[in-house]
């Protein structure tokens, strides 16, 4: 049993799973077979999964409401449609997980009540505002590109249901983050105000950017047996720390500065050394208190209740089909 920085208490292995239905499940897990559906699993493991799938599940969908927010004010028709296309893409991938999800027992209902009751997480990016039209071009290049960071590696995670979801996502995603460094470039290319508002956007993006990744391996409760079990297959600090190697150049590239005094490239461990983040504002974020969490699941609850006739048609198309069959 584990309890988290945040109080709660995380799934312990059953002890009265039959030690050699767990020994042979860890040795398909080591030799990189994938799990599936009606194959045995540890409780723990199912858990697991179900809350990394969830949580991963609802980022994407309450991931749309940040941009969502900017779809009447996009600059042109060109802008507007690529925006358009990238909220639906975000619709998809987190249809595609609860999918996923509902392979392991979980329903999409219970799934969508832990969401909307504030009892399940997702990620803390999603609780920050969005102010300006350079913001757009930040969440895809920053968030998307994190996104990818985190996800390229769980195409090979061990639950085959989540791994085959990740494919089409991540090609997705490399859309995404490239629609928003396109962004980021054609504003660093323009006028002296254009710029400042890409670099306001980069100052107030970076840092909930590589809080993403999690809080840092030694205070990462799951870590150690998520990598054990192949379900993440990078830890925390390791994609961070790529994420931003893989960043800083990209914003050198187009004249724009990170905003962290400390950044400095260290030749022996061929990568940057980066400043301190702050962890108290992720642990407040996951808690709830960020800046327009509020407004995210109220905006959430509306959603849902105003499609509650979609559901109903669909419902009713449903038994007509039946009664047509049956008859
Ligand atoms: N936010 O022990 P760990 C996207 C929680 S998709 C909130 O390290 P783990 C697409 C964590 O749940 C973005 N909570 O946990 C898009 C745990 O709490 P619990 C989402 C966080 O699971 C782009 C506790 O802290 N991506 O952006 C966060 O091993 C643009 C301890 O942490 C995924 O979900 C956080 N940032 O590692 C959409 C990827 N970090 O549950 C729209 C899949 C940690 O024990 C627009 N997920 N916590 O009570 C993962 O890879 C992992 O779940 C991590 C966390 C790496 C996020």
Redesign the pocket.
Known sequence: MYT???G?T?PTPNEREDPALVAAFEARVAADEFIEPKDWMPEAYRK?LV???S??AH??IV??L??GNWLTRAPSLRRKTILFA?IQD?AG?GLYLYCAAETLGTSRQEMIEALHSGKA??????NYPTLTWADMGA??WL??G??IM??VP?QRTSYGPYARAMVRVCKE?SF?QRQGYEIMMAMMAGTAKQQAMAQDALNRWWWPSL?????PDDN????ER?MRWRI?RDT?DD?RQKFVDATVPQAELIGLKVPDDDLVWNEAKAGYDFGAIEWDE?YA??RGEGAVAKERLLARRKAWDDGAWVREAADAHEAKRQARQAA
């Open positions: 988290t920085e945040l709660k995380g697991t809350r990394q799938i949580q991963h980022s994407e991931g749309m940040p941009e990238k975000e991938h997480k997702y990620s803390t990016i999603f969440i895809g968030v998307d994190a996104a985190n996800q769980l995603e995404h809080m993403m990744f999690g809080p990462s409760p799951n870590t998520s993440k925390n994609l992720f974020v996951v």
